[in-house]
């Protein structure tokens, strides 16, 4: 025959789609756990230098005051490019990395996801 039978292809594909979906779930827990601390150090810098934004924004924490509302006013900061405004370049290099690692973050996700989809699929099949 020419080729690798159907079966095999799809065993490959599925222990390929495994290994990818563990080294993606382990790459989201840290990136999570890296982003909790950059929120919290961003929080605080806006509230020792930019207390007029902190208070706009809900006067946010990490967890006491985490609830939609500070959690939308903490991605429209982010997504439009809010921390450009104060004239601060250390909160806006902080604002733009944490825009990157907010859609790399998102790009992982769906990866694993579908890596997740493509295991689970071609295992029941």
Not at 98 to 122: D, G, K
Request: charged share 20%.
């Amino acid at each position: 025959p020419d080729g690798p039978r159907p079966e095999l292809k799809r065993v490959r594909m599925q222990g390929m789609a495994e290994i990818i979906f563990m080294f993606m779930f382990f790459c989201v827990a840290i990136g999570t756990l890296v982003w909790f601390g950059r929120v919290r150090r961003l929080y605080s810098a806006l509230e020792q230098r930019h207390e007029g934004k902190y208070v706009s924004m809900g006067r946010p924490s990490l967890f006491m005051r985490n609830n939609i509302e500070t959690n939308i006013a903490l991605m429209r900061f982010l997504l439009r490019k809010e921390y450009l405004a104060l004239g601060d370049s250390e909160i806006a290099e902080q604002g733009a990395s944490m825009r990157a690692h907010f859609f790399i973050q998102n790009i992982f996700l769906v990866v694993m996801f579908t890596s997740f989809f493509v295991a689970t699929t071609s295992n029941a099949s």
